[in-house]
């Protein structure tokens, strides 16, 4: 009974210091995790502006000053940004694109595919807000959003350079002509050639009627 006892305490003891020994495992091979998860989100990575306005388009849009702002902005921060800054940066980025929505006034530009790409731009951006809040969120999702919101930016000044070019284009084909001084008398030598008449060789003669 007393060897039973002893073999008991042994075994219990025996139990109990191997599972203090597991904990401190644990929590070393967590720590490399999380230092891991953090140099990720303060990874760096970089955007690619493939779509940029042209001389014309600027100077078309030089009273949207909140498209300026807002361009600005996103070049300035985001050309080269972690997912931490970009989730620090969300807040004031959808203030900014909000305002460039909605301050739209170019009758040119307020059509239904102009709207749309902003409303897009808006949508990703709040996308982004929203990714500051969840806590289990990811630097590659993070990455992701923000890679996505480049891309339809450049897809609005794509379409804004199109817009002023068929512009300029619909303009050419309907200059004004009165700024050309005509010259009747040598529009005459454009009309319609008159006929030429030859002289008979000698010795023919006109055919009778």
């Not at 644990?26 to 230092?35: D, F, H, I, L, Y």
């Not at 891991?36 to 000053?65: C, G, M, P, V, Y």
């Not at 806590?135 to 339809?152: F, Y």
Request: hydrophobic share 40%; with cysteine.
């Amino acid at each position: 009974m007393f060897l039973k006892r002893v073999l008991f305490v042994f075994l219990g003891s025996l139990f109990f210091f191997a599972s203090c020994k597991k904990q401190p495992i644990s929590k070393v091979e967590a720590a490399p995790r999380a230092a891991d998860l953090q140099s990720q989100f303060e990874r760096s990575h970089n955007a690619i502006f493939s779509d940029t306005l042209t001389a014309i388009a600027a100077k078309e849009l030089q009273s949207w000053d909140s498209y300026f702002l807002f361009s600005r902005f996103v070049k300035e921060h985001f050309s080269a940004v972690s997912a931490s800054q970009a989730l620090e940066l969300s807040q004031e980025l959808l203030e900014v694109v909000s305002e460039m929505k909605d301050s739209l006034k170019l009758p040119v530009l307020k059509t239904k595919s102009m709207y749309a790409r902003l409303h897009v731009l808006y949508s990703e951006v709040y996308r982004l807000k929203d990714m500051s809040e969840i806590s289990s969120i990811k630097p590659g999702e993070v990455q992701l959003q923000t890679a996505k919101i480049i891309a339809v930016f450049n897809a609005l000044n794509s379409k804004i350079n199109s817009v002023y070019s068929r512009k300029i284009f619909d303009d050419d084909l309907h200059f004004d002509e009165s700024q050309f001084e005509v010259y009747p008398q040598r529009e005459e030598m454009y009309s319609s050639k008159k006929q030429r008449s030859f002289p008979l060789k000698r010795g023919a003669s006109k055919k009778r009627r």
